[in-house]
């Protein structure tokens, strides 16, 4: 089943693929909670749960098992956009490409919903992020207008999630701002 309906949609196949690579294009740009945790998806319209284990017997000399197993809802996100009859007939009378302006900027929201999602959660939906959630580790920073303050502050977060259990290998995310 065609859940775009692109065939009722008065695009070329041509159009459809310059959309499909403008979208997937800007969202790859800005997305960057991928980066870091791994992530998959998109799944579909159609996929409401997926199955999940709860592990237990972390301890020393424990026997790690699943002690139970739960479905969990996937919370769709969604951008829209429009492109109007106008724009439309106004490239193919001129024979010029669609604007996709509207289609890449909805891209954009959608990435930054995405990674809203990642770092800070969603309470809306009962969903905790990387920096909200139980056991996250935070630490106050140094000024990183002195050369070689950032090295140190990752060095020092690096020791306080090894010494709180969490081995690595670690990833840095960083606001563009910063560097």
Same mark, same amino acid.
């Given at each position: 089943? *065609?859940?775009?309906?692109?065939? *009722? ?5 041509? *159009? ?6 403008? %979208?997937?294009?800007? @969202?790859?740009?800005? =997305?960057?909670?991928?980066?870091? %945790?791994?992530?998959? #998806? ?12 709860? =592990? ?11 002690? @139970?197993?739960?479905?969990? &809802? ?14 439309? &007939?106004? @490239? ?17 929201? =959608? ?6 999602? %990642?770092?800070? #959660?969603?309470?809306?939906?009962? %969903? ?44 840095? #995310? ?6």
């Amino acid at each position: 089943m *065609d859940l775009l309906m692109r065939e *009722d949609a008065p695009l070329s196949v041509e *159009d459809w693929a310059n959309l499909d690579r403008v %979208v997937v294009e800007t @969202a790859r740009r800005y =997305l960057q909670g991928r980066r870091i %945790v791994p992530l998959f #998806g998109p799944l579909g319209a159609g996929l409401p749960v997926i199955p999940a284990n709860k =592990l237990s017997g972390f301890e020393p000399g424990g026997m790690i098992t699943a002690e @139970a197993y739960e479905l969990l &809802e996937l919370k769709q996100a969604s951008q829209d956009f429009r492109l109007t009859y106008r724009e439309l &007939e106004t @490239a193919q009378r001129l024979g010029i490409p669609i604007d996709m302006a509207a289609p890449a900027a909805a891209a954009y929201h =959608l990435a930054m919903k995405e990674d809203r999602r %990642v770092f800070q #959660g969603c309470a809306e939906h009962c %969903v905790c992020g990387l920096l909200s959630t139980e056991g996250s580790q935070a630490l106050k920073g140094s000024s990183w207008s002195k050369a070689g303050a950032i090295f140190a502050d990752i060095v020092k977060a690096i020791g306080a999630l090894g010494a709180a259990g969490f081995p690595g290998a670690y990833a840095v #995310g960083l606001s563009p701002t910063v560097y």
